[in-house]
């Protein structure tokens, strides 16, 4: 008949009592009042957590308490995608080397990157040279565990955004809503180069004078260049649909609008199209009035006489 081993335990009743120095004192009273300070030695370096010797010649440390941190530097790491029962956190985290900033050496302790369910793989963040800032227990007392673990510093955040405003779009451009809200396309005439500009602007970009002379520009027009978007738009019929630059009949500028009434990879240069208005009941001072552009059925215009306005 076998008999199975007993276990063996080492206990000492009431826990194990011993003098941690003045070195390694001052390191945890300071870390009880939730700071990392690191010890100089006599070749300059800074040590964390101190020690009482330098490590590279054997030498006593100077006894020059230098504070670091508590933002430090992530070295290497380990992730831990399963924690067991004895381990400090209980969701995944990360095993790292930490190296606070004005420190030369690095700390092996717990890096807390969010909340992950057990058995997720590495996060994308983590990663060699990761910012990261000490987080204190609430209770502490002056012992290592009062670094409750290392956390990523904030480097990015996501807020909901809305802005409503009120836009004056200036004289021309008011008048030129007045015609819209009455289904008439209004554009104003350069007096030095005679280009007619649609949407008028009240100036002209390319001589820098201002305009005033007023020229009534038709619904009809041609597509010079144009793209295929994939993503939806409420102003749009569907998805795929194609935003253009049209040259209205009597404009020498393009106007961007959409192009509607034909599959989205029928839209081409060079197609005679001409404005979809709304019922005139829902006429407003705005180019929404023009639900889109769609095809004329003319004749496409030949490349040469649009090539200018790519």
């Known amino acids: 008949m076998s008999q199975s081993s007993p276990n063996h335990v080492l206990e000492f009743p009431g826990g194990y009592t011993r003098s941690v120095g003045p070195v390694i004192g001052r390191f945890l009273s300071d870390l009880r009042d ?3 300070v690191g010890v100089r030695t006599r070749a300059g370096r ?3 957590p101190p020690l009482e010797y330098d490590p590279d010649t054997g030498e006593d440390v100077t006894g020059e308490f230098v504070e670091v941190g508590p933002v430090g530097t992530v070295e290497s790491f380990s992730w831990v995608p399963e924690p067991l029962s004895s381990h400090p956190l209980d969701r995944p985290f990360a095993w790292a080397l930490i190296r606070p900033d004005g420190a030369d050496t690095a700390i092996l302790h717990v890096l807390d990157v969010g909340e992950f369910e057990r058995g997720a793989k590495q996060p994308k963040r983590l990663k060699t040279g990761l910012r990261v800032r000490a987080e204190f227990r609430g209770d502490p007392k ?3 565990s009062d670094i409750k673990a290392f956390r990523p510093e904030v480097s990015m955040i996501n807020s909901p955004t809305r802005l409503e405003y009120d836009l004056r779009p200036g004289k021309a451009l008011d008048r030129f809503f007045e015609g819209v809200a009455e289904g008439r396309l209004l554009g104003h005439r350069c ?8 949407p008028m602007a ?12 007023e020229v009534e520009v038709a619904d009809t027009g041609v597509v010079t260049t144009f793209a295929v978007n994939n993503l939806p738009d409420p102003r749009a019929p569907e998805v795929p649909f194609v935003s253009a630059y049209i040259l209205l009949d009597g404009a020498d500028i393009t106007m961007l609008a959409l192009v509607a009434g034909i599959p989205a990879d029928q839209v081409r240069m060079g197609m005679r199209v001409k404005a979809a208005w709304k019922p005139r009941e829902e006429w407003g001072p705005t180019l929404t009035n023009i639900r889109w552009f769609e095809p004329t059925g003319e004749p496409d215009v030949a490349f040469e006489t649009i090539e200018e306005y790519l």
Do not use: Q, S, Y
């Not at 007096?191 to 649609?198: L, N, R, T």
């Not at 009240?202 to 002379?213: H, I, Q, R, S, Y």
């Open 46 to 48: 800074v040590l964390f």
């Open 142 to 144: 002056g012992e290592i």
């Open 191 to 198: 007096d030095v180069c005679g280009k007619v500009i649609v």
């Open 34 to 36: 939730g700071r990392l």
């Open 202 to 213: 009240g100036l002209c970009a390319k001589d820098g004078v201002p305009t005033t002379e």
